[in-house]
């Protein structure tokens, strides 16, 4: 890899070299700094940067760097400019996920919704990245990929825009009866009565009992759109390491699960993970029910935000669903250093989604299950 210092014509011109990284006059001046690696599960400072960061969420936190550790064996790792012995000032963090199947690549986070980098300053980010992209190509890692929230007009333009989402997340700062009116009055609202008109019982908690009733109504939705769940140890990890910051939320009817939903809460934000519901069982409303109830007890906590996570653009469905609900969206880019190319990243195209879905449509439960065990650690 050749180092290129140039205005943005002659960047122009070279981006599409993959032996060229091209670099500002600014990027170079920021590379003067020293670059130190952090364990940031064992490192105290990790979870003090964490804390006080005002960009930091909860997939910079060790508990969920633990969790994507001891379910997948990928290793986590962070870079900083700050010295040992001192508080860290930034940071960004990444998994080493290696894999036969897709290739080696350093990826910050895996199966995270965002994961802003922890630096701050004009210069800051394309200096770093700079560096440590040298420093994965030496190392043999297939590609480099960031999945920021917010957007930075610093970045180098080799760090070259990917895969792109739809963002969603409420503010929860205005009256009950405010965020209960924002509802999409059919859609929503008339589900929400519904719901309480049917009695649907509500169960809340981390027992292995709610976890594997979510897990049943998760494999069966999976199933629906043509994927195979997540592991179900990958579940019980989460539950294990947050203790009680995850919920399992259940709703019931005639002792049928109708929808259920796994929420996390990290400072000030309570997050929605995942959720699942019973196709058969729509017309109950349990999934608007249980969103009405997260931002019930939300509010009685003092919680300032429900981040609704991401959406593929594919999905249409699901965005008008979290614009129902009142959410505002953003869109989301993740960058990556090289561009896709060759066989591995042809394995998430859509030709082979297509093909992969036709067959997860009719698997049984049992082998879908096992599908996520065996394919979930290479992907992320």
């Not at 036969?100 to 701050?120: A, K």
């Not at 043999?140 to 610093?154: I, K, M, N, S």
Request: charged content about 25%.
């Amino acid at each position: 890899m050749r180092l290129v210092i140039g205005d943005d014509e002659k960047g122009q011109e070279l981006l599409d070299r993959p032996d060229v990284l091209i670099a500002s006059p600014a990027e170079v001046k920021s590379r003067g700094a020293s670059l130190y690696e952090v364990d940031p599960i064992s490192d105290p400072r990790w979870s003090e940067l964490v804390a006080r960061h005002p960009h930091a969420s909860f997939y910079h936190s060790q508990a969920w760097l633990e969790a994507l550790k001891r379910t997948y064996g990928w290793t986590p790792v962070a870079y900083t400019t700050s010295p040992r012995g001192h508080d860290l000032s930034n940071g960004l963090v990444f998994c080493r996920v290696e894999s036969w199947l897709t290739g080696r690549r350093m990826v910050s986070l895996p199966f995270s919704d965002h994961c802003d980098p922890l630096f701050d300053g004009e210069g800051a980010l394309a200096g770093l990245m700079g560096r440590l992209v040298g420093k994965f190509q030496k190392e043999g890692w297939r590609y480099t990929e960031l999945r920021p929230r917010r957007t930075f007009p610093d970045a180098p333009q080799w760090l070259v825009p990917d895969k792109q989402y739809c963002f969603h997340s409420l503010d929860l700062s205005p009256r009950i009866a405010a965020l209960h009116s924002s509802m999409h009055k059919d859609c929503i609202r008339r589900k929400i009565k519904r719901a309480e008109k049917e009695g649907l019982e509500y169960r809340e908690g981390s027992s292995p009992e709610l976890l594997k009733i979510f897990y049943r109504l998760f494999t069966k939705t999976r199933r629906k759109h043509g994927l195979p769940p997540q592991p179900f140890m990958w579940f019980l990890n989460l539950s294990q390491i947050l203790g009680p910051s995850l919920q399992v939320r259940v709703a019931m009817h005639a002792g049928r699960p109708v929808a259920s939903i796994i929420t996390v809460i990290h400072r000030q934000t309570i997050i929605y993970k995942y959720g699942c519901s019973d196709p058969e069982l729509a017309k109950f409303g349990g999934t608007p029910w249980l969103f009405w109830r997260i931002i019930i007890e939300a509010k009685s906590w003092g919680l300032r935000e429900l981040d609704l996570g991401r959406s593929d653009f594919e999905n249409p469905g699901l965005i008008a669903f979290k614009d129902r609900l009142g959410a505002q969206r953003t869109p989301v880019t993740y960058l990556r250093f090289p561009k896709p190319q060759g066989v591995a990243d042809g394995l998430t195209s859509g030709k082979w989604q297509s093909i992969a879905g036709k067959i997860f449509r009719h698997t049984p439960s049992p082998l879908l299950a096992a599908a996520g065990r065996l394919l979930y650690p290479h992907m992320g």
